[in-house]
């Protein structure tokens, strides 16, 4: 089965988890910017990081027949930080123009400040600006209210529901984002968001459109595997074999392909090096 992965953060993950992914069925992914875990210091550690996103974990991905992709923005988490805030904000236009950039994102509630507020209203706009779609990520604490006011913000924003995926949904939420209109994303985390059979759940009770299932697998304790099982589960629960790949696959290549960015054949691993030494060591 085909399996596209639509929110995983590969900057935090060995080239283990690539081979694994690849070995599950993964060949397309997309990885949000979002926030590493050590509080950054500077605009300049974000210039950094989006390049190796629209760079460096392409090329990762690609030695495994993995096409990378990536969205971009100033994550909510550290959308409260004055001291880089507005600089970081402003080297976003030069990356949503590059290719393999799928759309804007992560954006949207960490806290449910006024500072987030300001920041996710200011992504809309740049998402209309540049013709992408967003990824938009909810608040663990206060999830129901803060997946309210992110629609909200949303319609303000003039922005088509279909153009944006909510995030990080749990059974208070998913039924009030589907019925709005919107993509409802689950990621399926140990301990701290969804499991597979959660999932099955609420998938037999809202059905498969506009559903999108991924593994958020970043520097804590995560599973790069889970859409795989999930799909699993999903098949085991009596869900066709078309209806699972329609979620782990058509879905999100028909959300994120509104980009009109999405490039599904990645380059062989011969044609990568390019006559440089990024490959170290001998070839066996």
């Not at 210039?47 to 629209?54: H, K, M, P, S, W």
């Not at 001291?83 to 954006?107: I, N, Q």
């Not at 697998?217 to 078309?242: E, I, N």
């Amino acid at each position: 089965m085909r399996i596209f992965e639509p929110h995983i953060h590969m900057t935090s993950r060995t080239t283990d988890d690539y081979e694994a992914m690849a070995a599950s069925g993964v060949t397309a992914l997309v990885e949000p910017a979002f926030w590493l875990g050590q509080p950054r210091s500077g605009a300049g550690s974000f210039v950094d990081y989006f390049n190796a996103l629209i760079g460096w974990e392409r090329y990762r991905a690609a030695q495994f027949g993995i096409a990378h992709h990536c969205t971009i923005a100033l994550n909510p988490k550290e959308a409260n930080d004055p001291s880089f805030r507005a600089e970081v904000m402003d080297l976003l236009p030069r990356y949503l123009a590059k290719d393999g950039v799928v759309g804007v994102g992560e954006t949207g509630y960490d806290s449910i400040t006024p500072a987030e507020d300001e920041l996710l209203a200011r992504h809309l706009e740049l998402a209309l600006e540049f013709d992408l779609p967003v990824l938009v990520h909810t608040p663990h604490r206060d999830k129901l209210a803060g997946t309210r006011r992110t629609l909200d913000v949303v319609k303000e924003s003039g922005l088509a529901p279909e153009r944006v995926l909510i995030d990080h949904n749990n059974e208070l939420t998913a039924r009030l984002v589907v019925e709005n209109g919107f993509w409802a994303g689950f990621s399926i985390y140990p301990d701290t968001k969804m499991d597979e059979r959660r999932m099955v759940l609420v998938a037999k009770e809202l059905g498969l459109a506009r559903i999108i299932v991924n593994s958020a697998a970043d520097w804590g304790r995560s599973d790069p595997l889970k859409v795989a099982k999930t799909a699993q589960a999903l098949l085991a629960a009596g869900f066709s074999h078309a209806e699972v790949e329609g979620v782990v696959w058509g879905n999100p290549v028909e959300f994120f392909g509104q980009s009109d960015r999405l490039d599904l054949t990645p380059p062989l691993r011969d044609d990568l090096s390019q006559g440089n030494s990024i490959l170290r060591g001998e070839r066996s």
